[in-house]
């Protein structure tokens, strides 16, 4: 596996639609350590290195799947913190829903591969 420096992992959590913060609540992982990575302050792990290229793999398959799918494509809206608490969160990513900007940078790689004939996007 390549070293992924700091400033990579950050521009591929970006991409991603996902921040250190999210990720490492998605995997009960320590913040602090993510954080430290993203800010190359300590290298980017082995754990972390394969989980970003195992999301990478995911995104591509959604985004292939949304080019599939006949007619308008229904993306989640962003939850308030008075909607759902961080244990209800938890709960939706560990069945296997990703978080909302996931969704939403998901959606905006399939726009952008579409262009024109992009299907229309509302919010479900």
Same mark, same amino acid.
């Given at each position: 596996?390549?070293?992924m420096t700091g400033a990579e992992l950050r521009a591929r959590l970006?991409?991603?639609?996902?921040s250190p913060a999210i990720l490492a $609540?998605? #995997?009960?992982?320590?913040?602090r350590d993510l954080r430290r990575e993203a800010a190359g302050t300590i290298p980017v792990g082995a754990r972390t290195q394969r989980r970003i290229h195992e999301l990478?793999?995911?995104?591509?398959?959604?985004?292939? $799947?949304? #080019?599939?799918?006949?007619?308008?494509?229904?993306?989640p809206r962003f939850k308030g913190k008075d909607e759902e608490t961080p244990e209800?969160?938890?709960?939706?990513?560990?069945?296997g829903d990703m978080p909302d900007p996931w969704h939403h940078a998901i959606?905006?790689?399939y726009l952008t591969e579409a262009g024109p004939n992009a299907n229309p996007i509302e919010y479900a």
């Open positions: 596996m390549n070293t970006t991409y991603l639609g996902l $609540e998605m #995997h009960g992982w320590d913040p990478e793999e995911q995104a591509r398959r959604e985004v292939a $799947e949304l #080019h599939k799918l006949p007619g308008t494509i229904h993306i209800q969160r938890r709960a939706r990513w560990q069945a959606t905006g790689r």
